[in-house]
């Protein structure tokens, strides 16, 4: 009997730990597919609810003075409920609530469990049991027939459901072993900030929604107006960084540099990568981006003879290379450079990490969510400066931007290889040229997720 539940908490555990490194991207995708298939407006309007406060969410999460594993358990419960209204209803108004729900979920279960596993890796000798495949073989099983059964997706929703709540037990126990941690630690209050961040905040994310819709479905807005909009999310954006500029100053522009450029390689070069490689061009991002993400600490490491000021400085050259082969129009050099790009974005998120954690100046139950969060004003400004581009060039060259995002040939490529991509890069270097002048450290010894 003791086996046999060791057995279950260990799957618990597994499955929280699953959760995590896929909860970020996984709903998107099944909303994205459900609308897809159904090219309902509905679940546009779902997915466009899912993607904001995904977006959101980040920003404002640390609200109300809870733990990290207490907000951990609450991204598991809404994970849980998002995905099973879902699979029971297509009414509007409950697949907003859904999406919301979900959003705020994928936005939070990967930082507060990534807080909580390295609250634990400071304090006690915790191991976790990995079950990734077990699991993901079991998910891939059920959507696999939900497809062949024609399901529309509602086998995977209720499974999906399911394991957010087989994961909750996990959760209840990582919140009893972090409990120590927490009566070491100094009372922190994260009050509510000023009306006028709300005000601009709302302002901001209809920004987002507008361009977010604008990528799915022909909208008929002129091109002098979404070019007003983006330059108000602009001005938002930079009002909001300077707001909050006293935190980890040392540590902004690296940050600012590591959300820009998977921005640029994920979703920009997601769509980009048509005109080079055709319909194969996503799947190339994707599997680049795999692997530049998972060896790039251990190669440069390696490089560096484990000496992080030396690993630090071979990422950066690799950075820097990586954004120049980009500026060359061949397909060899616009691979390789995305994947020198992605080897330093590898480096650099668990020397983050660790380093953020134990920095003194930040309460390290808080120091994981300041990194997705002033990482995620990287990827926005990205997307911001993307979408300025696209209708600058769009308009020029009297193209619909679905024309980008939805191409049926690669005729256009040299329009968007020089009016797009060019300067997009050139804008992600001067920022990495902001990230070389930085004074943050290069501290880190082993690796953290």
């Known amino acids: 009997?003791?086996?046999?539940?060791?057995?279950?908490?260990?799957?618990?555990?597994?499955?929280?730990?699953?959760?995590?490194?896929?909860?970020?991207?996984?709903?998107?995708?099944?909303?994205?597919?459900?609308?897809?298939?159904?090219?309902?407006?509905?679940?546009?309007?779902?997915?466009?609810?899912?993607?904001?406060?995904?977006?959101?969410?980040?920003?404002?999460?640390?609200?109300?003075?809870?733990?990290?594993?207490?907000?951990?358990?609450?991204?598991?419960?809404?994970?849980?409920?998002?995905?099973?209204i879902f699979?029971?209803?297509?009414?509007?108004?409950?697949?907003?609530?859904?999406?919301?729900?979900?959003?705020?979920?994928?936005a939070t279960i990967w930082p507060y469990f990534l807080t909580v596993k390295l609250h634990l890796t400071h304090t006690a000798d915790f191991k976790m049991k990995r079950l990734y495949w077990l699991i993901f073989a079991i998910?891939?099983?059920i959507i696999g027939a939900d497809v062949l059964a024609r399901f529309n997706y509602?086998?995977?929703?209720v499974l999906l459901g399911l394991l957010y709540l087989v994961a909750l037990p996990g959760g209840l126990l990582l919140n009893n072993f972090t409990s120590d941690f927490y009566q070491e630690s100094p009372h922190h209050v994260h009050g509510l900030s000023q009306t006028w961040r709300w005000v601009l905040s709302v302002i901001f994310f209809g920004v987002i929604a507008v361009l977010t819709t604008l990528?799915?479905?022909?909208?008929?807005?002129?091109?002098?107006?979404?070019?007003?909009?983006?330059?108000?999310?602009?001005?938002?954006?930079?009002?909001?960084?300077i707001a909050d500029w006293h935190v980890l100053p040392s540590y902004k522009m690296r940050l600012l540099n590591r959300g820009f450029l998977v921005s640029m390689v994920l979703l920009f070069n997601s769509f980009f990568a048509y005109f080079y490689l055709g319909k194969a061009g996503m799947y190339?991002?994707?599997?680049?981006?795999?692997?530049?993400?998972?060896?790039?600490?251990?190669?440069?490491?390696l490089l560096g003879h484990h000496d992080a000021r030396r690993a630090r400085h071979d990422s950066l050259i690799s950075l820097m290379v990586g954004q120049?082969?980009?500026?060359?129009?061949?397909?060899?050099?616009?691979?390789?450079?995305?994947?020198?790009?992605?080897?330093?974005?590898?480096?650099d998120n668990p020397t983050l990490n660790e380093t953020l954690y134990g920095l003194d100046s930040i309460d390290t139950d808080s120091a994981i969510i300041h990194k997705y969060r002033f990482s995620t004003y990287g990827g926005l400004l990205c997307q911001l400066v993307m979408f300025g581009l696209l209708v600058a060039v769009s308009a020029v060259a009297g193209l619909s931007l679905l024309d980008f995002f939805k191409p049926s040939d690669t005729g256009n490529f040299v329009l968007y290889f020089y009016g797009l991509s060019?300067?997009?890069?050139?804008?992600?270097?001067?920022?990495?040229?902001?990230?070389?002048?930085?004074?943050?450290?290069?501290?880190?010894?082993t690796q953290s997720e």
């Open 324 to 347: 120049v082969l980009l500026l060359i129009p061949w397909v060899g050099s616009y691979l390789l450079g995305l994947l020198l790009i992605t080897f330093y974005v590898g480096y």
């Open 154 to 157: 509602t086998l995977t929703f």
């Open 87 to 106: 699979a029971v209803t297509a009414h509007l108004g409950w697949l907003i609530i859904g999406s919301l729900l979900w959003g705020y979920s994928a």
């Open 284 to 301: 190339a991002i994707f599997a680049v981006y795999l692997l530049g993400f998972e060896t790039g600490f251990t190669l440069f490491n």
């Open 422 to 445: 060019w300067p997009l890069v050139i804008v992600s270097l001067i920022i990495s040229v902001g990230n070389l002048r930085s004074k943050s450290p290069a501290t880190v010894k």
């Open 1 to 84: 009997m003791t086996r046999l539940k060791q057995s279950g908490i260990d799957f618990s555990v597994g499955t929280l730990n699953f959760l995590a490194n896929i909860g970020i991207i996984l709903p998107y995708v099944l909303i994205l597919a459900k609308w897809q298939q159904t090219q309902s407006e509905t679940y546009l309007i779902a997915l466009v609810a899912f993607y904001i406060s995904r977006a959101a969410s980040i920003f404002y999460t640390k609200r109300l003075n809870l733990r990290a594993s207490t907000y951990l358990i609450l991204s598991l419960t809404l994970g849980a409920a998002g995905s099973l």
């Open 215 to 241: 990528r799915k479905a022909v909208v008929y807005i002129p091109s002098w107006l979404i070019l007003t909009i983006i330059g108000v999310a602009l001005a938002i954006l930079i009002i909001e960084l």
């Open 139 to 141: 998910l891939a099983l």
